[in-house]
Structure formats: C-alpha cells, structure tokens
C-alpha cells in the first residue's frame, strides 16, 4: 500500500480588488514539507504558501536555515549545488510530460528552465535553461540574526498557459535544499518523490492543485 498519496490542495480564492492582495499570514499554509524519500519530515522546515488572481500565481516559502548562505550571483546559475527553494510547475491534471522549474537562492538568484520530460527518465530529460518566465517578479531576503530567509514569487498565468483560460488544476510539486557546511544535506518536498538519492524529477508524484472560481 502506497504510505505517500500525492497531495492535494485548494489554491485560495481569487484577490478581487488587484490592488489590494492578501497579507501573507492570512493564506494558509501547505502541509510539512517531508524528506524526499517519504521516511520523515525535514528537520529545517519550509513554510510554503501560494494564492492567485487574474494575472498571476504567488507564491511564498519560509524558511527555518542554521546556516545560510550561497556564493552565485547570475540568473541561471546552478544554484541547485547550492541552496535553494524550488517551484516545478505544469498545467492540466495529468502527469506532466513538460513543466517549468524555478528555483531561488537565499541570495535572491534566480534560476528558471522550461523541462521537457516525456518519460520521467533523467536519461531523456532536456532542461531548456534559455527559457524565462515571462514577466516573472521575484525577492529573497536573508534573516541571519533569526536564522531564517523567504522568498516571494509572482508567476504570471502566461508562463504555463501562454493562450488558454485559467488552468482550474495544476500539477505541481515544491521543494528544498538545505545545504548546511557542517552536516549532510537535505532534500524536501511538498509530495515526496520516494528517491534514494533524491531525485525531484518525478512529475509523476507531483501534487495537485485546484483553482476555485
């Protein structure tokens, strides 16, 4: 029996007046980001928290660091070796064979790809990192007294669904790297992907998410 069901979750409700969004602390919060192989939760957790209007998906992660820090500075860098939050994103409700996959650093480094992943197999993955999100907005920001760092993203719809409607389910999944210099690294997900090592390209175990009118 599979102990790891893919979650799902209601993206909250459309922001009617644009230009007044919600604070932060009143959208709820995803369930505990769990180890990738599905054993326990993280031992540093990452708040995750995402909202919707019209133009754009947002989407918050807070996170618990002892010891933060990065040392790349240009958008596609491979901050992945680093430390990182990362968003892997599709369309529609089945399993993706193409998603988008953003990561930032604590640093506030950006890096965005558009993977093609038609079988779920490394082998024959492409990571196109020419791709941008169009209109994409992001921040970082670093709390090293209180031992913790956000990050904020606004994804504009066009990226995913550059002529269609609202999507009204989206396959996603999120992610962490924790990387401290005096211990083993930590690989956390949303869905755990149920890899030994970590492996975070499975769009078959990404979580759903549905959009309420």
Same mark, same amino acid.
């Given at each position: 029996m599979n102990q790891n069901p893919i979650p799902k979750a209601l993206v909250p409700l459309v922001v009617s007046d644009l230009n007044s969004p919600p604070s932060w602390r009143t959208v709820p919060i995803l369930p505990p980001l769990q180890l990738a192989d599905g054993s326990a939760r993280a031992r540093q957790q990452t708040a995750v928290r995402l909202y919707y209007d019209t133009s754009a998906l947002y989407v !918050?992660?807070? /996170? @618990?660091? !002892?010891?933060? &820090? $990065? =040392?790349l500075t240009q958008r596609d860098d491979p901050i992945y070796n680093e430390e990182v939050v990362e968003l892997f994103l599709a369309a529609g409700e089945d399993t993706p064979t193409e998603y988008a996959e953003i990561e930032v650093s604590p640093n506030g480094v950006l890096f965005d790809a558009w993977v093609q992943n038609p079988t779920g197999d490394r @082998?024959?993955? %492409? %990571?196109? =990192?020419?791709w941008d999100w169009p209109g994409i907005r992001w921040h970082a920001q670093r709390v090293d007294a209180e031992k913790r760092w956000w990050a904020v993203l606004a994804l504009p719809w066009v990226g995913i669904v550059p002529? $269609? #409607?609202l999507p009204t389910i989206l396959r996603a999944n999120f992610y962490r790297i924790e990387r401290p210099r005096n211990a083993e690294p930590e690989f956390? /997900? &949303?869905? #755990?992907t149920l890899t030994e090592p970590a492996d975070f390209h499975r769009p078959e175990r990404f979580g759903m998410l549905r959009i309420e009118e």
């Open positions: !918050r992660f807070d /996170c @618990a660091d !002892r010891d933060i &820090w $990065g =040392t @082998a024959e993955m %492409v %990571v196109e =990192t020419a002529d $269609g #409607p956390s /997900c &949303w869905s #755990p």
